[in-house]
């Protein structure tokens, strides 16, 4: 139950047959339990993507990570030690070079996917409870940001190339024979950066070339410090020809903000889903973007000492010239931000958006653990190793996956091997540790039940003869024993 007062409220489904995977196309290899989600509370669906779920508007589902085709890892972000790398970088100049000088860059962007519709679990049947709200969608996403190009990679996957034409009379030469390397006898080198500075240094104490003063050695220069994330920001405010402002506008249909904007909102996205993904206009209408991207089933909770903002879903939005260029639809819960969802409009494809609005998104977790300690996380949803396009969620680093059989968080670097020699494997090697939050004592897992809140062993009791048993196990320890002790799963 919420601090408010509200309960999580679900109905499971299971997740015997198989559909269309929308990573390797697989017709009927994509496995995954789902449930639809009445409504929930932040707490309860943190620990439920501890557990390796995830939502598509309403529907939440957990991948059978051992029998589908393309296991999906739950992966996160150590936002306080993330540090920009060299290709994030360039992602981040080139936008600031976009706002100061407001030209657009040329050619295909050049950052990561980030993830398409592809999920497709579909649910067998839609809720039994009489909610007009209570309609269960055809599943086409997983989470995270939306495709840009692939990025290069240093190795790139295609046939070897001819060897160089070869000047008559002259041979291609092998591999250098090995040397000696660096010698020893010598200083190292430096960095002309640094040279300059010692030579200004020594003239400032009389050293100059003809001095007959000796020469004052400089103290070690400390290593050079790179920008922070926000150093980046930062610098794409000032004289800037083109003001980009990010607002965060909550998504509720009483939020004055969130109505204001909900069209303009709506015709981006279909945008983007015809242009990027190829959707005719039924498949991105206005009732598919209500369900898909506004329909959250996160009850939105204030606490004192949780952020100015509140936890719950939002659409982080983009303006540009006094219109939405791009929105970025997140979930802020109690130790993460959770990234669901990126469009953007195509004419901005070549600003890398995917990739920039992820690492706003991460100096964004950084804001809120300033005033939420806990809050410390980026979730990008899942990493998936078998699908190549699907990697570039590992450049975020440190980042850890979670391992499906334990539940317990392991750094990406030592799962690597393992999901190189298996496409499905436990990653916490650790023969005795097993899971956390295992189930143990089923009769606690609450029913809700003829509108009536009660433990399973009286809801057994009051419906004997009853064939959900089996139903009802598996669905407890899907979620864990905490879970299954909080939420209420709705029993016809």
Not at 160 to 183: C, F, I, R, Y
Not at 341 to 363: F, K, M, N, Q, T
């Amino acid at each position: 139950m919420a601090a408010g007062g509200s309960y999580t409220v679900v109905e499971y489904f299971g997740g015997e047959a198989g559909y269309r995977c929308g990573y390797c196309k697989n017709d009927v290899g994509n496995f995954s339990h789902g449930m639809w989600a009445h409504s929930m509370t932040v707490q309860d669906y943190q620990d439920l993507i501890d557990r390796g779920w995830r939502r598509s508007g309403k529907y939440v589902y957990k991948p059978t990570m051992n029998k589908t085709c393309c296991p999906q890892y739950t992966i996160k972000c150590h936002a306080l030690n993330f540090q920009p790398s060299k290709t994030q970088k360039k992602i981040l100049k080139k936008m600031t070079k976009f706002l100061s000088g407001g030209v657009m860059p040329e050619g295909p962007c050049d950052g990561e996917p980030m993830d398409s519709h592809c999920g497709e679990a579909v649910p067998p049947a839609g809720p039994s409870m009489n909610r007009t709200d209570a309609k269960i969608p055809v599943i086409v996403g997983t989470s995270g940001k939306e495709e840009e190009e692939a990025p290069k990679r240093a190795e790139p996957e295609t046939a070897p190339q001819e060897p160089p034409s070869v000047a008559p009379g002259l041979t291609l030469s092998a591999t250098p024979k090995p040397g000696m390397g660096a010698d020893p006898n010598r200083p190292p080198c430096r960095k002309a950066k640094d040279l300059r500075k010692e030579r200004r240094l020594q003239k400032q104490h009389g050293g100059g070339a003809a001095s007959t003063s000796p020469v004052l050695k400089s103290a070690p220069l400390p290593p050079p410090q790179g920008k922070s994330l926000e150093d980046f920001f930062s610098d794409s405010l000032t004289e800037s020809a083109h003001r980009l402002e990010v607002r965060l506008v909550p998504v509720s249909f009483e939020d004055s903000q969130f109505i204001a904007s909900y069209d303009q909102s709506a015709a981006l996205y279909a945008q983007y889903q015809m242009a990027i993904h190829g959707d005719s206009p039924l498949e991105c209408g206005e009732s598919e973007f209500r369900r898909f991207l506004c329909d959250s089933p996160l009850e939105a909770e204030k606490t004192p000492d949780g952020p100015d903002s509140g936890y719950g879903s939002f659409h982080q939005q983009y303006w540009l010239h006094g219109r939405i260029v791009a929105v970025g639809v997140v979930d802020i819960l109690p130790s993460c931000v959770s990234s669901v969802y990126l469009y953007y409009h195509p004419d901005y494809a070549s600003l890398s958006l995917g990739s920039y609005s992820a690492l706003r998104e991460i100096a964004f977790t950084r804001q809120l653990q300033k005033r939420t300690p806990q809050l410390s996380y980026y979730y990008l949803g899942f990493y998936i190793h078998s699908c190549p396009k699907m990697r570039y969620k590992g450049q975020y680093k440190p980042s850890d996956l979670l391992c499906p059989e334990t539940y317990t968080w392991v750094p990406i670097e030592r799962c690597l091997p393992l999901l190189e020699a298996s496409v499905y494997a436990r990653l916490n090697q650790d023969p005795d540790t097993g899971e956390e939050n295992a189930l143990k004592n089923m009769d606690q897992a609450l029913v809700l039940h003829q509108r009536s809140v009660m433990p399973y062993r009286i809801y057994k009791r009051k419906c004997r003869g009853s064939t959900d048993e089996q139903e009802v196990v598996q669905y407890a320890r899907l979620v864990g024993q905490a879970c299954a002790e909080r939420m209420l799963l709705y029993r016809a």
